[in-house]
C-alpha cells in the first residue's frame, strides 16, 4: 500500500471531565483518526479524597462512613469489606441475624447499583425513558433503605460485629411486594432495550474484551462474566449466609456490551431470588455481637472481599495494635476495568466509547477513593 | 376574516385604478403574509416545545411543566425563550464571525419558507405554485449548509463532527424522502400540492392506497432524520458530542436552532398530513381545524417514536438509507407507476 | 436469494421489536399514577428513621437531656461538633451550656447518637441544611431545641 494522496493526521479530542456520559468525573484523551478510535488515555484523580490517608487517622469504626462514600452507588458492599477485614483482625464473628440482614442489605444496594447502570447505559445510547423507568423503579428501593436505616444512599449500616438496627415493623412485607413487582419491570426493559434492533446493533460486537485478556487485566464482576467467565465471589469464597442460598451465577458468552448487559439484568432477578430466601429465612436474634466500646485489634493484617456489583471489592487492613489502623486500603474493580479500557476502545467509533465506557459501569468514587 | 380580504381588495382596485404604484401594494400584501405566517409558525413552535415536554413526561411517568401559567404549565416555553434572550451572547475566540453569525438564520429562514406551499385549508393557501413539492424539496434543503457553517465556524472539534455528521446524514435521507414524495406525485399526476389534496377528496386518503403506505412508511423516517430527531440525532447527539454542531451556541442564537428544528417537525408532519392524510379535509370541523389534528397527530407519534428508541451510530445510520431505504423507496415508486398505469387502462 | 430472505426476515424482526417497544411507551404512558412529588408545594415524604439535621430531646420535665459528656463528639469522624461547653452544675445536675453542630461537615452517618448513653441527640426529620454562608450551617443549643418544621411554618 503506497502513502495516501490525501494527507490525513490523528485528532486529539477530550472527553473531558465534565462530559454528560463520562460516569463521573472521568478525562478520557482519545485519539482519533477520523471517527476511529486508536488510542485512549484515561486521566484520573478528580474524585481523590484521600481516604486511605484520613482512615489512618480515624479509629476503626470511625472509618466506616469513609467507605459508604467510595462506590456511593452500593455502599453497603464497600461497608462489608472493610468490616469484614476488622472482623478477622478481631476474630469476631457476626450473629446469624446479622448476617442474613447483611445479605438483604447489600443485595438490596446491587439491584439499585445495576437499576443505576441500566438507566445511565440506555442514556447514554439515547433511550431516555429507559433511564427515568429504572431510576423510578429505584424509589421502592430507596424507600426500604429509608425505613430500615434511615438514609436512602450512604447507609452507614454496618458495624463491625452485626448491623446497627434491627429491621421496623413490616419492612419485610414492603421487600416482598418490591420483589414481585420488580421481575415484572424487567421484563418492559427487555422489551424495550434488550430485544430493540436499535439497541442491538449498537451493543452487539461491540467493545469486545477476550476471556484471557480480562483475566490478565484482573477485571472481575459483571465484566469478567461478560466474558463468559464464570467467576463469583460469592460462589468462590462464600462469605456470610451464601452458601445457604440458592441462586445462579450469571454469564453470557459473546464478550460484548451487549453480554455484560445481560449478565447484570439477569443478576438482578437472582438478587431478587436471594432476597426473598432472606426474608423466608431470616432467623430470630440479635443484630450486633458484644464487641467491645474501643476497638483495640491485636497487631496483623486482614483482607476483607465482597462481590460488590462493580467486581471484586477488597479492603486490606493493618493494624499496630492500636485504636486507628496502621493501613487501610481498597482494592477498586473498577480501577482495573478503566486500565482494560484503552484495549477495548480500540479500533472502534466515537459513538462506540459512549457504550463501551457505559457498559463497564465504572464508578469513579472507587476509582480516585 | 373574509371581511378583511373583502376589504383589501376592493381598496387594491382603487389604488390600481388612481395609477398609483400598485408593486408598493403587492409589497405590502407580500408583508402582512410574511408576517402572518411567521406569527403562526413561531407559535405553533411554542404549542410544540410544552407539548414535547408534557409528551415526554407523561411517557415517562411524570407530570411535565407544571408551574408556569397555571397547572399545565402553557407559558413554559415563553419563559425559557425570554431566558435565552436575557444570556450573554458569547462568540468562541478564534470563531469564524460572519459564519457563526448567519448560520442561524440560514437555518431558520428556510424553515419558515416552505411553509409557503402547505394549504392550512380550503381558501388559506400563502401561494399554490405549480411546482409545490419541488419548492419543498428544493428549499428543504438548505438548513444543512446553515449546520455546517454553524459547526465549521464554532472552532471546536465537536461542533465540526456534529456538522459533518449532520451533512452526511441530511443527503443520504433526501433521496428516499424525495422518492417517497415521488410516489405521492405520480399518485396525484401534479407537482401541485392543491392538486394532491384535491385528488385526496371525499375520503380517499393517500394513506389508503395501495402502495403508498410504504410511501407514507419511508416519508415518515426519513423526516425523522431530517429534522435530526432520535433515532437519527447524531448531529446533536447530546450524550456523546455535548450538543454537537450548536454546543458553541448561546442564548437567542441557540434560540433560533431550537426554534428551526420543532418548526421543520411540524413542517413535516403538515406536509405527511397533507400528502397522505388528506390535508384540510374532514367531515363536520371547519377545515383549518382537521388539518390541526392530523399535523399534531403526526408530531404526537413522532414524539412518541423519539422517547422510545435509542440512537443510531453514523454508519449504522448511513447503512440504513442506502442499504434499505433508497432500494425499497424505488420500488414503491415502480410500484406506485405500475399501479397508476394499470389504473387508466 | 438465501441473503435477500435473510433481510426481509430482519427487516420484518427489526420493525416487530420497535413496535413492542412504542408498546411498552405507550402502556406507562397510560400508567397513573405520576411518580412526581410536587416539592416544595407539598413536603417531601419522610420517613420516621430519617437521618436529617440534629435535633437535642428535652426529658419529662422539660430539661434538657444533655449533659455535655462530649461522647458525640469524640465519636464523630468529620469533626462536625466543634463547642461542647457544660454549665457549673456537678455531677447529675450538670447540663450543656453551649453546643454547636456543623451542619456542612456531618456526614449524617448515626454515630453521635449512638455514643450518646442519655438519649440526649437524634438526628431528626429536618431535611434542609442549607445557609446562606458557612456560619449559617453552623446550629448552635438554641436552634438545636427547635422543633422542625416550626409551627406555622411550611416543611422546607
Redesign the interface.
Known sequence: MGPSLTPTEQ?I?NMGPQ???THGVLRLVLTLEG?VVVGCRPVIGYLHRGVEKIGEA?TY??????T?RLDYLSSASNNLAYVQAVEKLMGIEAPPRASYLRVLLVELNRIASHLVFVATF????????VF??AI?ER?PIM?LF??????RL?Q?WMRVGGV?QDI?EGWVEKARAFCAMLPGRLD?YD???T?????R??TEGVGILPPEEAIDYACSGPTLRGSGVKYDLRRAEPYEVYDQLDFEVATAPTCDCMARYLVRMEEMRQSVRIIQQCLDRLPEGEVLAKVPRALRPPAGEAYGRVESPRGDFGCWVVSDGGTQPARVRFRAPSFYHLAALPRMLQGW??????AILGSIDIVLGEVDR | MSLAVGAYQTLMTWWLARGWFGWIAQFIWMLLMAAIVTAFVLLTVLILVWLERKV?GD????VGPNRVGGRFGPLQTAADALKLLMKEDIIPTGADWVIFVLAPFVVFVPTLLVFMVIPFSDRWVVQDLNLGVLFVIAVSAFPTIGLIMAGWSSNN??AI?GALRAAAQSLSYEIPLVLAMVCVVVAAGSLRVGDIVAAQRGGHWFLLRFPLQFAFLIYLITAMAEVNR??F??PE??????AGYHCEYSGMRFGFFFLAEFAHLFFVSAFCATLFLGGWEGPVLPPAIWFLIKSYAIVVFIMWVR??????????LMAFAWKLLVPVALAAVMLTALVQLRGRW | MARRTNLAAEVA??AW??A??L???LS?WLRRPR?TENYPARPAH??????GRMVHKRDEQGRLKCTACLACQK????LAIPLIKGDDKKGREKRAAAYVWDGGRC?????CV?ACPFDAIT?GPGYSTVGESRADTHRDLEQLLEPWPRPGEAAR
Open positions: 485528532v479530542l462530559h454528560p456520559s471517527e480515624r469504626h470511625q472509618v466506616i462512613p469513609y459508604d440506555a442514556n447514554d445510547l439515547a433511550a431516555t425513558t427515568l423507568y423510578r424509589e424507600d429509608e425505613m430500615w436505616t434511615g438514609a450512604t452507614t446497627a421496623p418492559e422489551r424495550l432495550l430485544g430493540n434492533r436499535i439497541f446493533i449498537r467509533k466515537i459513538g462506540d466509547v459512549v | 415526554s411517557i415517562q411517568s411524570r472539534k465537536y463532527v432520535v433515532p440525532d447524531l447527539a447530546e450524550s456523546e458530542l455535548v422517547w422510545t428508541l435509542p440512537r443510531l451510530r453514523i454508519d449504522q | 424482526i427489526g421489536s420497535i413492542q417497544g408498546a411498552v411507551t406507562n411518580v419522610i420517613l420516621p428513621r430519617f437521618r465519636a464523630c469522624p468529620t456526614l449524617f452517618c448515626n454515630f449512638e438526628l
